[in-house]
């Protein structure tokens, strides 16, 4: 019989291979078979067996995981899926979409495993507390709540697009519609970027759900716990499962509703291995089960966007916040008019934003300040010799962070003591140049003496449990400001903020990449949306927005809060210029130690394609470097193959790739390729 194992597509070994067993086992069966002097898991995969080699003799399945019971037809089909479409093969995403636990157990160890685990949920279900009420919901969430219901009923509902501006009560909905198909005896599978996943919103949902079982499943939870969530799952024993973009691959064998909280987020795109969209994945899943799938989000990607627009997908409109409160007032402080004292760098914050932010404090309620730069200043320079603290290994500027006083490549993660001196001429005097976060913070302290700054971003969030205090304190009305990276704007619902301030958002406007002004908007939007969400004190809530640029026209619809307006003009960009979403892309990236190597492999690539019949239709770009070419001393670049029709990218692609498992080896000191279908970033 045919059983998936985790090899690579590229690997020379097919990703499904025979072997005996007495007696037929189920497709989706879990087993351990031996592969060379190795043991490893495997899944009975369905299909006939490939035709035997005369003279090869099949050795048998080891043992059977006979503790759980097998995997499902559709978790196979959404498996196939997913594989064809990212360019990998069936084994190597089946067994990477289940936890490692399972894959190291041995019978014995997994049965010992399931049966703690069922003694865990006999004790975990009687803890009933009684449940928090739903809200009654305002006409807009209830009609959208009858549309996920009206979708149910059907056998092939389209997708549906909640959106719904900051504070509508987008989750509001996703909970009240969790709850009838939780009451209809089905599951519900609710995926949130990795951030939003605070210990906040799981609390309300099992706040909500007191009598359900609630699982989480995110990258940060030990691989005991995970495997623990995922048996509680895959048996049918949890009601709700709340993860991040791994969860959409979770066995859920009752499976009624799938929702996708800000759907735009760049987090549900996986980076490495498959590069697969767990947001379009979700929604290819609620195809292939026949459940309603919810997008949710105040500022959608624009191919969700498109999807709508065309009656691919139906939009659910929210566009009032809950309670009557307002969204803030934007305000444009244009850098350029500040009076520059010659040889001075411009100060932080503007004089009205300072301002601004010392009456807030004044007033008691809380202020966000968003700056998207880590550590104390981007760069170090030697004022006599013009030394630059550049990274070794990568061409990027090592970024100084003067807590521990260390220079950091956030790139390669290189770290190292900041030099006494000048490295390159002994001059003492080496100047941060720029500003980040850390930086950012000092000075709203040294300016606004008696408020409490807090800053949250990747460095002050690396000990455990270090953003659920920050956040916490930010809830319990302890902190004044909250200085921080995009890590700030997303998802949270804080009560108190009525002022936020965008510090420096100008570098996304000129980006190569053709998505960073979709990116940036969706930022502000969200940054917009963390400001009056008390209807009590929206009313005088305000954003500041410092800029180069106050005649960008991204700003103008900031100002009116107007993502459709945003959106059309994007799209007719998009439209011209034959970019996604009115065409589709997929990235062939190579990389090597010199970039001569890296160069080689992808014109070679290109000569293969121009030779397949498969590419007609499909325009294949010369290879580039990317934005930061080198990092930890490889080489990196990129190729674009683009096509207006989906399906002739894919065709060609599966014609492309597997002569480039054979040109690899033919190029020397390649070090590795991939493939990145739909890619977020070019
Ligand atoms: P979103 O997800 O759109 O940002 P939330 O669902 O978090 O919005 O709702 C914002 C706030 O309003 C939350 O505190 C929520 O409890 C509350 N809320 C949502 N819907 C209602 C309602 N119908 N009536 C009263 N409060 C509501
Ligand atoms: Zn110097
Ligand atoms: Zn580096």
Not at 491 to 499: A, E
């Amino acid at each position: 019989m045919q059983v998936a194992i985790d090899a690579p597509r590229h690997a020379g070994l097919a990703s499904t291979l025979d072997y005996l067993h007495d007696g037929a086992l189920e497709p989706g069966s879990l087993v351990r078979v031996p592969l060379g002097r190795r043991e490893v898991a495997g899944i009975v995969w369905r299909g006939a067996a490939a035709a035997r080699q005369p003279g090869t003799v099949l050795r048998p399945v080891a043992q059977r995981l006979d503790a759980i019971g097998s995997l499902a037809a559709p978790w196979m089909a959404l498996v196939e899926f997913a594989a064809s479409y990212y360019q990998r093969s069936v084994g190597e995403v089946a067994l990477a979409a289940l936890p490692a636990e399972l894959r190291r157990l041995h019978a014995a160890q997994l049965a010992a495993r399931v049966r703690r685990s069922q003694r865990g949920a006999a004790a975990s279900a009687n803890a009933a507390a009684p449940a928090v009420a739903n809200a009654v919901l305002t006409d807009e969430q209830a009609s959208a709540l009858a549309a996920v219901d009206e979708a149910a009923q059907q056998p092939r509902a389209v997708p549906l697009l909640l959106h719904g501006v900051t504070g509508s009560g987008k989750t509001e909905v996703y909970l009240q519609a969790s709850e009838r198909v939780l009451a209809r005896g089905r599951q519900a599978l609710l995926l949130v970027p990795e951030i939003n996943l605070t210990p906040q919103l799981l609390a309300r949902v099992v706040q909500r759900f007191p009598s359900r079982r609630v699982v989480a499943m995110h990258s940060a939870l030990t691989p005991a716990q995970r495997l623990q969530a995922w048996l509680v799952a895959h048996a049918g024993e949890a009601d709700l499962v709340l993860g991040t973009r791994l969860a959409v691959f979770a066995s859920l064998p009752r499976l009624g509703l799938v929702v996708v909280d800000e759907e735009h987020d760049a987090s549900y795109k996986q980076q490495e291995g498959a590069r697969y969209s767990a947001r379009d994945l979700a929604v290819y899943r609620g195809h292939l089960e026949h459940v309603p799938v919810v997008l949710g989000s105040a500022t959608p990607s624009l191919e969700t966007w498109q999807h709508a627009r065309s009656g691919r997908y139906r939009r659910l409109p929210l566009e009032r916040r809950i309670g009557g409160a307002t969204l803030p007032r934007v305000q444009l402080f244009d850098m350029g008019s500040l009076p520059r004292a010659t040889g001075q760098p411009p100060p932080a914050l503007a004089p009205p934003v300072l301002e601004a932010l010392r009456q807030c404090r004044d007033r008691g309620e809380q202020s966000l300040v968003f700056l998207n730069r880590r550590g104390y200043a981007p760069v170090l320079q030697c004022v006599d010799c013009g030394w630059k603290s550049e990274c070794p290994n990568c061409s990027a500027w090592r970024v100084f962070h003067k807590l521990d006083r260390t220079l950091r490549c956030h790139h390669c993660g290189l770290t190292e003591h900041v030099p006494r001196a000048c490295p390159s001429c002994g001059n003492l005097d080496i100047q941060p140049l720029g500003r980040g976060t850390e930086k950012l913070a000092e000075q709203l302290a040294a300016e606004l003496p008696t408020a409490r700054v807090a800053r949250l971003d990747a460095d002050t969030t690396r000990g455990r449990g270090v953003l659920e205090q920050t956040l916490g304190a930010m809830h319990a009305g302890e902190v004044d400001i909250l200085v921080g990276t995009q890590m700030v704007t997303k998802g949270h619902d804080f009560r108190r903020i009525t002022l936020v301030v965008a510090v420096n958002p100008d570098t996304a406007l000129f980006s190569s990449d053709f998505r960073a002004g979709e990116r940036q908007f969706a930022l502000l939007m969200q940054a917009a949306g963390r400001a009056g969400r008390d209807p009590c004190q929206s009313a005088g809530s305000q954003m500041w927005v410092q800029t180069w640029h106050p005649q960008h026209p991204l700003f103008a619809a900031l100002r009116r809060h107007d993502y459709a307006l945003f959106a059309e003009r994007l799209l007719a960009e998009r439209r011209a210029a034959s970019l996604p979403p009115f065409s589709h892309m997929a990235l062939l990236r190579a990389e090597a130690r010199d970039a001569a190597a890296a160069a080689t492999f992808l014109r070679s690539a290109a000569q293969l394609a121009a030779a397949l019949p498969e590419a007609d239709g499909v325009v294949v770009y010369p290879p580039v470097p990317l934005a930061v070419p080198r990092v930890a001393n490889i080489e990196r670049m990129q190729m674009v193959a683009e096509s207006a029709s989906r399906a002739r990218l894919q065709r060609f692609l599966g014609a492309w790739l597997p002569p480039l498992h054979q040109l690899r080896g033919q190029v020397k000191g390649l070090a590795r390729w991939a493939v990145d279908v739909d890619p977020l970033a070019i």
